[in-house]
Structures are given as structure tokens and as C-alpha cells.
């Protein structure tokens, strides 16, 4: 069984769903492959320690602290390439940002394989069911680009920028499904 709850964030409302001790899902409101994660009806329950936990990571979070990820018993649902892409994210230090390109390269390095489609990427990346703490955000196109963020690029805008990056060298791609 799977439990629910929301969190009203600086960058709209959060929903994160739990199973009874592990985090599975916190999506943004409106984002892409919202719930997919989970294949059943999610319970609305508000008195889940792990949303405690959770919404005081958040909370320091959105106030510019550098919460780490590890403190968080997360469990997003998902096969073997998808988790080891977001084993990845989770590398990603706090205020930096890195490129499809590069995750590619990790993925190949460890699957022993010469290389990696940075497509194959993207794709896990925008499946990631926790978003924020499993740091997607932070992942941006070669030339800068910020596409491929399933909560919307003003949201990744916003992230990155209380984060303390410098967005000024990143650009909005014209065209682009995350837009």
C-alpha cells in the first residue's frame, strides 16, 4: 500500500508518496509522468514519519541549506538502468550541474559498455519519480541547454538558482517537450 500527502513548496505544491518506511515519489504539481511510478491508488495520509522527514529536508532545502541526500530512506520504483542513472543524480553535488553527456559516460563505465546514448539518459533521468531530492535538476544539455525537466524549465530555473547556480550561461531551448 502507498500513502500520500502534499507540501506547499516555494515552487508550488508538492505531492510525495511513501510506501510504509521508504519515500517512493514527490512530483511537482502538473509534471510530467506525475504518479507513474506507482501503479496503485495512492492513500491520502498525513501522519507518515517518513513525510515528517521529508518535509524538514525540504523545508531546509527551500531555506538555501544543503540537506543531504543520503539522510533520506529513498525507494523510487523503477528497473536496473533507471536506478543506476539516478544512483548518479544523487552524486551530483549541491549548487553544480552536469551534462547528459557525462551521466552517459558514468552509465557506460559501469555497465562496462564503450558507450552510452545520452537519448537513454534523458529518458531516465525525466522518469525520476523523486524529484528534488533525487536531483534532476541539475542535469543540463552540452551546450548549456536547459531542457528535460518533467516539473517545467521555470521550476528547474528557480531550483538551480536557489541553489546558487549561475543560470546566466544557460540558456531556454526554443523548442522542447519540457518547456
Known amino acids: 500500500m502507498y500513502y500520500a500527502t502534499t507540501y506547499k513548496s516555494p515552487v508550488g505544491t508538492i505531492t510525495m508518496a511513501c510506501d510504509e518506511h521508504n519515500l517512493v515519489g514527490l ?7 506525475f504518479g507513474g511510478s506507482i501503479a496503485q491508488q495512492m ?3 498525513e501522519n507518515m ?17 544543503k540537506p543531504v541526500i543520503s539522510e ?41 559498455k564503450s558507450n552510452m546514448a545520452s537519448q537513454a539518459i534523458g529518458g531516465a533521468v525525466g522518469h525520476n519519480p ?3 531530492m533525487i536531483p534532476c535538476h541539475r542535469v543540463v544539455g552540452s551546450n548549456g541547454n536547459l531542457t ?7 521550476t528547474k530555473i528557480k ?3 536557489l ?13 522542447g517537450s519540457a518547456i
Open 49 to 65: 514519519p517518513i513525510f515528517d522527514v521529508a518535509k524538514k529536508w525540504l523545508e531546509a532545502y527551500f531555506a538555501g541549506e
Open 72 to 112: 533520506l530512506p529513498l525507494a523510487p520504483i523503477g528497473g536496473e538502468f533507471r536506478q543506476m542513472v539516478w544512483s548518479i543524480l544523487c552524486e551530483i553535488p549541491y549548487g553544480e550541474v552536469i551534462t547528459y553527456g557525462e551521466i552517459a559516460k558514468k552509465v557506460a563505465f559501469k555497465m562496462k
Open 159 to 161: 531550483l538551480l538558482e
Open 43 to 45: 492513500t491520502q495520509k
Open 163 to 175: 541553489e546558487g547556480v549561475d543560470v546566466s550561461r544557460l540558456f531556454v531551448p526554443k523548442k
Open 130 to 132: 523523486i524529484s528534488i
Open 27 to 33: 512530483w511537482n504539481e502538473e509534471q510530467k509522468y
Open 148 to 154: 528535460g525537466y518533467a516539473g517545467g524549465i521555470q
